[in-house]
């Protein structure tokens, strides 16, 4: 039986995901808030609806990858939203990353409609989506899981269901920070060897042989040490995802203090940033 996609948010980690779909043979409905972003999809055989609302009429998947809250708000309850659309007995697959509150809501929203929520966050990049190797940090249900595989499967290599609807967002935003201070941590202290007068080289050979060694090391210090911050995953995304961690910890009352400083780092970078870059450029903070 043919299963028709449908597919909200060409950004630069959703468009590949779809894209993957389309060379897939899948029938492909997309919608974008930029309508031109969709050009290119439409020549490679995608179908183009007029609102997101059609786009998820036309779908028995439908999927969203968008920036932040207010964006999945907006293209599922805003004007022509794709909840008005959603077809009974469908499921909604949200990649975005937002608020384990938020992922709850447009579950009971869909539950309300008689379609099925899969929480689905991603981690993978760019380079993962383009290669279907993407990691899923799920909430929701085994049997929609299950449903959805052979869609996800064109997606992904790995699939943790996580538990209920929250879940997927929660160990998502957990598994963000320790990015995000890894990064930061390897920044600063290349600017403390650099402040000294010493090459960046020196440190990053002995870490690799070191309890130091850690994979950040071959995929963000050649950016740093090149100063080419083409983003993979964009700084102001993970400022975003640092800021719901801290929202997270402020409704748990669990402290975060690590994650709190080095928010105040990334800030200062992004409202110096006039361009989009990748979340390693949290190097220039030392660099002024
Ligand atoms: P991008 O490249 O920033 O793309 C964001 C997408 O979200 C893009 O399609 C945007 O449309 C869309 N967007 C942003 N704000 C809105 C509003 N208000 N209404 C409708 N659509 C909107 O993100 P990525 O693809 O890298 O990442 C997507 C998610 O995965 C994100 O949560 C990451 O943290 C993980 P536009 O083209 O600007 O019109």
Known sequence: MTVNVGWIGLGLIGKPMARRLVNAGFPV??????????????GEGARL??????????????????????????????????????RKGSILIDSSTVSPGLARRVAAACAERGAKFLEAPITGGTWGAEKGELVFLM??????????????????????LLGPHGAGQTIKLAMNLIYALEVQALAESLALVNGAGFGSERLLEVLASSMGRAPVLDVKAPMMTSDNY???????????????????????????????????????????????????????????
């Open 29 to 42: 409905t997309i919608w974008n808030r930029t309508a031109s972003k969709a050009d290119d999809m439409v």
């Open 139 to 160: 909430g929701g249900e085994a049997a929609t899981l299950d449903r959805a595989r052979p869609v996800l499967d064109h997606l992904g290599k790995r699939f943790f």
């Open 49 to 86: 609806a007029p609102t997101a609302r059609e786009a998820a009429a036309a779908a028995d998947v439908l999927f969203t990858c968008v920036s932040d809250p207010p964006a999945l708000e907006a293209v599922l309850w805003g004007a022509d939203g794709a909840l008005a659309g959603l």
């Open 230 to 288: 083409a983003p993979s995953f964009p700084l102001r995304l993970m400022h975003k995802d640092l800021g719901l961690a801290l929202d997270l910890s402020n409704q748990l009352g669990v402290a975060l203090p690590a994650t709190a400083a080095a928010r105040e780092t990334y800030s200062a970078v992004k409202g110096q940033s006039t361009e989009d870059v990748d979340y390693a450029a949290v190097r220039r903070f030392w660099r002024r």
